[in-house]
């Protein structure tokens, strides 16, 4: 199993979405875009800066000698203020120890300190910081969901389109347009409204065709589709063994849905029992008519063509192929001649 074998698998790429989105947010949080502070308070300043200030409020007490402007710069240290003037008393370096001295006396050591908060700075909240971690977990499962899809979806592709082999998607596009449509007309019946033809091929996990169902004047009338029903065993690419076909009626109140069925899900008592849940059984048989009727319209599904799939679960119970042709009409002019 090489690397991108475990790429595949849910958790792994989980994991590694989570961490590429980890460094992503990192660097931009902290290279591209990061965080300014203005207004900061001296008492959440480095100690090495809060000396400094210190030291200019000493020398600007030595030039304006007041006591009041004096304490409000000394508190505005916080804690640290008392042991940062001791500090400067001892190491008085180029200051005026007068000067010093004289400060002292002004703030009066030993008081009770207070930091007041400077006018324009925010007192921190704290429900910000809880803010802070939410938008930061939902950044983390944001990037894990998007590597996810990465590794999921975009790397298969990559995978296939440099080893030269064209994608199921693609392969079942090239045999829907050579399927040539049955020309009702021809046939002296009326032709249908809406004709369409969709086909599935092995590897196509994500499969589901729907159209719109348009009258001649372009008014919508409602749409119909194909999507997997339900797969068999484990393991990529799905193993699909049922189809759901589906008309929706704008003058309806209901889906109409049928289920395009494998020959061993069809004959598997339980099997055909879950899927009859979901709607009418069909066993798919090349060449084979399904008819959904809803309160003014009618769908015909012709079985086009159908292949099996081969390896080591039962004999004709998924597909590896199946094209399906679906024609539309008005109720009132439905061809007489379709088979259920």
């Known amino acids: 199993m090489n690397l991108l074998d475990y790429t595949k698998k849910p958790w792994v790429a989980a994991i590694l979405g989570g961490i590429v989105g980890l460094i992503v947010g990192l660097l931009w949080a902290y290279m591209i875009q990061p965080i300014k502070w203005t207004n900061v308070p001296p008492s959440w300043m480095g100690s090495t800066y809060q000396d400094q200030y210190l030291r200019m409020a000493i020398d600007s007490f030595k030039v304006n000698p007041d006591p009041a402007l004096a304490q409000q710069r000394f508190q505005a240290l916080g804690p640290a203020g008392a042991s940062l003037l001791t500090a400067i008393q001892g190491n008085p370096g180029n200051q005026d120890p007068a000067a010093i001295s004289a400060f002292t006396t002004a703030v009066q050591p030993g008081a009770a300190v207070t930091t007041p908060v400077p006018s324009g700075t ?161 066993m798919v048989e090349k060449g084979k008519q399904v008819v959904l009727e809803t309160a003014a319209l009618q769908l015909v599904a012709t079985v086009s063509d159908a292949e099996y799939g081969q390896g080591a679960l039962p004999e004709e119970s998924y597909f590896d192929r199946l094209t399906l042709e679906i024609a539309v009409w008005p109720k009132v002019a439905a061809p007489a001649s379709a088979v259920q």
């Open 122 to 282: 925010p007192t921190p909240a704290k429900g910000s910081s809880l803010t802070s971690y939410a938008l930061i977990a939902a950044a983390i499962i944001l990037f894990a969901l998007v590597g996810y899809g990465i590794m999921r979806y975009l790397i298969p592709l990559f995978r296939n389109s440099s080893s030269g082999a064209p994608s199921a998607a693609t392969r079942a596009r090239d045999i829907t347009n050579q399927t040539e449509m049955t020309d009702y007309e021809s046939m002296g019946q009326e032709p249908p409204i809406s004709q369409f033809v969709t086909t599935y091929v092995i590897g196509d996990d994500l499969f589901d065709d729907s159209f719109s169902i348009d009258s001649p004047s372009g008014e919508f009338l409602g749409e119909c589709g194909i999507g997997i029903s339900e797969t068999i065993g484990v393991g990529d690419p799905k193993k699909v063994q049922a189809f759901e076909v589906w008309l929706f009626d704008k003058n309806d109140i209901q889906t109409v849905t049928k289920v395009l069925m494998s020959s061993h899900a069809f004959n598997d008592a339980a099997t055909f029992q879950r899927l009859q849940a979901k709607g009418e059984p069909f």
